[in-house]
C-alpha cells in the first residue's frame, strides 16, 4: 500500500498528492471527532485513508462541547450502565493516550439535605466502581467548609455539603487538530475546506467521491474501496446524494455555554448542577483560567455549521446558575456565548422531545455499501471509529488488521508538562519556542492581556492547516469561545501575520477581519 509523503499538515503538499493519487481504500467524508478517529484507526490499520473536511477540522460540534471526557454520570442515572461502563474505559484511554491535553478534573455536587448526600455519594460510588482500573479518583463526601474551601465562589445559602469525584478535562478542538496530525503520522491524508459535491457510483455501488477544494475551485475524482458518512449533523445531506427518496436519520439537539471571567468560580474544582428545574444538569468548569458554564438541549429543526443561542437558553443558564454563585453574574458578564449541535438518532415515535432520542452510536451500512456512523460523543470517539473500520474492513473485503489505537499515543502525547499555556502543544512545545527564539519579535502578544504570541499564528498556519482567521482565533487557540470582543481585537494583527505566511494581500487581510468581526459578533450578548 503507498503512503503519503508528507508528515505535516500542509495544504500545498496535500493537494499535489491528492492530484496524483486516484485510488483509496477508505474515504471519510467529516473532520469532527468521529471521522477523524475513523481515519486515524484505518491509517494505523496500514490502509491509504483519506479524510474530506468542508470546512475547517472540528468546525461543527466537535469544537463546541463542554470540555469533558467522562462516563456520563446523568446516564448512570438513566440506568444506561453499559454505556457508562464503556466511556469511562475510553476516558481512561484517552489520557494516557493523549496526557498532554486532557487532565484529571474534580467536581463537587452541592447537597442541600441528607438525602441528597446519600443519593449522589451512592451513584458515584457505582460510577467509582465502574471505572475499575482506570479510575481518576474515589469519590467522598465533603462537609459545609470543605465545599466551600474548594468552591469559594458558590453560594453558601442553605448548604450542608457536597460529594467530590473526578472526572476529565479536555480542549476539543486542539484534540481534533493532533488527531489529523496522527492520521498523518500513520501515513494518512487529511484536507480541510475540501467538500464533497457528489458520490460516484458504478451501477448502484458507491466507488468514490467528486470533491472541490473550496479556496481553488479544483475539482477532483477520486476512487475508494469504501466511503464512510462522518459528518454528524449532516449525515443526512451525504445519505441524500446516495438516495433522494430516503428519510432523514437524525434530529439534532443544540447545547448552549457562556464564558464568564474566573472570578465567579475561584479555584480548580468544577461544579455540577445534577437538577436544573427542566430535569437536566448543568456544569460550570474552569477552563482556560475562565469558567464555563453549559449545557442546554433543545430540539432543532435546521443544522447549521454556526448555530445561535437563543434567549430563552441562555436566559435559562442564567437563572439556574444565578442560584448557585455567589457572585451573581448577568448578560454583562458574559464574554463569550457559543452552541453546538448534536447528532441525536430519530426516534419512530413523533414527541419531539431530546430525551427519547438515542445518544449512543448509530452505524449503518446502506444498500449502495455507503458506511454512515452518528451518534456518540467525543469520549467515545475512539470505540466508534474501531467498529466502524471494522465494518469497512467486512464491506469492501478489505484485509482483516487489527485496530491498535488503543495504545496508540496522539499526536503531541507526553506526560510531563508545566503550567504554561504553550503546554497544551505538548511535544510540539519546544517548536513553538523555538520560531520565537529564531524571531523575537514573534513573542508579542497578540491581547496585553492574555497569553497568545504570534509564533502560535505561524505555528497554525505552517503545521496546522489554518487557512482564515477564524481557524486561528476560534480552533488553534480558543479566543473566540473564551473572550469574543479580544478575538476581534486580535483579528487585524492575525490576519496581517497569515498574510505574510499565505502570499495573501491587504484586500485578503481586510476582507478575513470583517468576516471574522461579522463572526464573532454573534459570539457576544447584547
Not at 484517552?94 to 463537587?108: D, E, G, R, S, T
Not at 478575538?487 to 498574510?499: D, G, L, S
Request: charged share 25%.
Amino acid at each position: 500500500m503507498s503512503k503519503s509523503p508528507h508528515l505535516l499538515l500542509n495544504r500545498t503538499e496535500t493537494f499535489a498528492w491528492l492530484s496524483s493519487q486516484k485510488n483509496w481504500d477508505i474515504i471519510v467524508i467529516g473532520g469532527g471527532a468521529t471521522g477523524l478517529g475513523v481515519a486515524v484507526d484505518a491509517a494505523s490499520r496500514g490502509f491509504q485513508a483519506l479524510l474530506l473536511e468542508q470546512s475547517d477540522f472540528a468546525k461543527g460540534t466537535s469544537s463546541r462541547s463542554t470540555k469533558l471526557v467522562h462516563g456520563g454520570v446523568r446516564y448512570l442515572a438513566q440506568g444506561k450502565i453499559g454505556l457508562v461502563f464503556g466511556a469511562l474505559r475510553e476516558r481512561g484511554i484517552l489520557l494516557k493516550n493523549a496526557a498532554h491535553i486532557v487532565k484529571k478534573q474534580q467536581f463537587i455536587i452541592p447537597c442541600y439535605s441528607q438525602w441528597q448526600k446519600w443519593k449522589y455519594l451512592t451513584g458515584l460510588k457505582i460510577y467509582d466502581w465502574l471505572s475499575g482500573g482506570w479510575s481518576f479518583g474515589d469519590s467522598e463526601w465533603m462537609n459545609r467548609k470543605q465545599v466551600i474551601e474548594l468552591l469559594p465562589g458558590i453560594n453558601p445559602e442553605a448548604l450542608v455539603g457536597g460529594v467530590k469525584y473526578f472526572d476529565g478535562q479536555f480542549d476539543d478542538a486542539r484534540l481534533a487538530i493532533n488527531l489529523a496530525q496522527t492520521c498523518v503520522e500513520q501515513g494518512g491524508t487529511v484536507i480541510n475546506y475540501c467538500q464533497v459535491k457528489k458520490l460516484l457510483k458504478a451501477g448502484q455501488k458507491v466507488i468514490g467521491v467528486e470533491v472541490m477544494d473550496i479556496e481553488s475551485k479544483v475539482e477532483y475524482s477520486l476512487n475508494a474501496k469504501v466511503v464512510i458518512n462522518a459528518t454528524g449533523v449532516f449525515v443526512d445531506n451525504i445519505l441524500l446524494m446516495d438516495a433522494p427518496e430516503r428519510k432523514p436519520l437524525i434530529e439534532s439537539s443544540q447545547g448552549v455555554h457562556l464564558v464568564f471571567d474566573r472570578s465567579f468560580l475561584p479555584g480548580k474544582s468544577a461544579l455540577l448542577i445534577p437538577k436544573t428545574s427542566d430535569g437536566r444538569v448543568l456544569f460550570a468548569v474552569p477552563w482556560q483560567n475562565h469558567v464555563l458554564v453549559g449545557t442546554t438541549d433543545t430540539p432543532m429543526e435546521k443544522h447549521s455549521l454556526e448555530p445561535v443561542a437563543r434567549e430563552e437558553e441562555i436566559d435559562f443558564i442564567l437563572k439556574t446558575i444565578t442560584q448557585y454563585f455567589k457572585k451573581k453574574p448577568a448578560k454583562e458578564d458574559v464574554l463569550s456565548v457559543y452552541a453546538g449541535l448534536r447528532p441525536l438518532v430519530a426516534p419512530q415515535n413523533e414527541t419531539g422531545s431530546t430525551k427519547e432520542i438515542s445518544r449512543d452510536l448509530k452505524l449503518m451500512v446502506s444498500a449502495s455499501g455507503l458506511i454512515t456512523i452518528t451518534g456518540g460523543k467525543w469520549t467515545t470517539y475512539r470505540h466508534m471509529a474501531e467498529v466502524t473500520v471494522n465494518k469497512a474492513i467486512e464491506v469492501a473485503g478489505l484485509k482483516k488488521i487489527a485496530s491498535i489505537t488503543k495504545e496508540l499515543s496522539i499526536h503531541g502525547c507526553r506526560i510531563d508538562s508545566d503550567d504554561s499555556h504553550l503546554a497544551i502543544y505538548g511535544t510540539d512545545e519546544n517548536a513553538v519556542k523555538d520560531l520565537m527564539k529564531e524571531e523575537p519579535s514573534l513573542r508579542g502578544l497578540l491581547i496585553p492581556s492574555l497569553p497568545y504570541t504570534k509564533a502560535e499564528v505561524i505555528w497554525a498556519v505552517r503545521n496546522e492547516m489554518a487557512l482564515t482567521v477564524e481557524d486561528v482565533l476560534a480552533r488553534r487557540i480558543r479566543l473566540l469561545f473564551l473572550d469574543a470582543r479580544a478575538a476581534i481585537k486580535a483579528a487585524p494583527e492575525v490576519a496581517r501575520i497569515m498574510a505574510g505566511e499565505l502570499n495573501k494581500d491587504e484586500q485578503w487581510q481586510q476582507q478575513q477581519v470583517k468576516e471574522f468581526t461579522s463572526l464573532a459578533e454573534k459570539y457576544i450578548l447584547k
